[in-house]
T-cell receptor, first 112, second 114 residues
Framework: NAGVTQTPKFRVLKTGQSMTLLCAQDMNHEYMYWYRQDPGMGLRLIHYSVGEGTTAKGEVPDGYNVSRLKKQNFLLGLESAAPSQTSVYFC???????????FGPGTRLLVL | AQSVTQPDIHITVSEGASLELRCNYSYGATPYLFWYVQSPGQGLQLLLKYFSGDTLVQGIKGFEAEFKRSQSSFNLRKPSVHWSDAAEYFCAVGHTGTASKLTFGTGTRLQVTL
């Protein structure tokens, strides 16, 4: 039981490049979330999903897209990376809407 | 809009001393409240949560928190801090909508001196 895993752990991009961050959970959770963490700002919700095939915008969705084709996976895409997207990205999942969120170890992204 | 304030950016305590981390929230309804801990280079781990009922909540690692509606606070406490408690602590308020979208505070970094 690995919990929540994130791929990759670290990535460097040039401005304008695209990439996809993968989040996988093996707990059969319905809800999944993508957050970004920036110094002095805590975590902010980017997008979330309440079940397979669903996605919704969070607090800071601009510049990101997501997909939830399989229940266990939640992908975060950056179509054209910008330096402002330099951050640490965390994925989380929960069984219910009020359930405990379990976090992955994070992906550190640097956009030059 | 809901918000969470953690007024202390950085706190230093001696090992064995007591600890209280402050958290104030703003939310229109009865809040769901959480405390998470993040060790360096790691993800977040839930320490404890409050949904309803007893306002004094016990968590893991000897932590507790008390919900005080009149003060809009949910302060985290530990009677005796261990060096391994050094980490960053986040308070969060949960939304009672269609998903548990959490609003996090900016965090308090705890340093423990020996």
């Amino acid at each position: 039981n690995a919990g929540v895993t994130q791929t990759p752990k670290f990535r460097v991009l040039k401005t304008g490049q695209s990439m996809t961050l993968l989040c996988a959970q093996d707990m059969n959770h319905e809800y999944m979330y993508w957050y970004r963490q920036d110094p002095g700002m805590g975590l902010r919700l980017i997008h979330y999903s309440v079940g397979e095939g669903t996605t919704a915008k969070g607090e800071v969705p601009d510049g990101y897209n997501v997909s939830r084709l399989k229940k266990q996976n939640f992908l975060l895409g950056l179509e054209s990376a910008a330096p402002s997207q330099t951050s640490v990205y965390f994925c989380a999942s929960s069984w219910t809407s009020q359930g405990t969120q379990y976090f992955g170890p994070g992906t550190r992204l640097l956009v030059l | 809009a809901q918000s969470v304030t953690q007024p202390d950016i950085h706190i230093t305590v001696s090992e064995g001393a007591s600890l209280e981390l402050r958290c104030n929230y703003s939310y229109g309804a009865t809040p769901y409240l959480f405390w998470y801990v993040q060790s360096p280079g790691q993800g977040l781990q839930l320490l404890l949560k409050y949904f309803s009922g007893d306002t004094l909540v016990q968590g893991i690692k000897g932590f507790e928190a008390e919900f005080k509606r009149s003060q809009s606070s949910f302060n985290l406490r530990k009677p005796s801090v261990h060096w391994s408690d050094a980490a960053e602590y986040f308070c969060a308020v949960g939304h009672t909508g269609t998903a548990s979208k959490l609003t996090f505070g900016t965090g308090t970094r705890l340093q423990v001196t020996l």
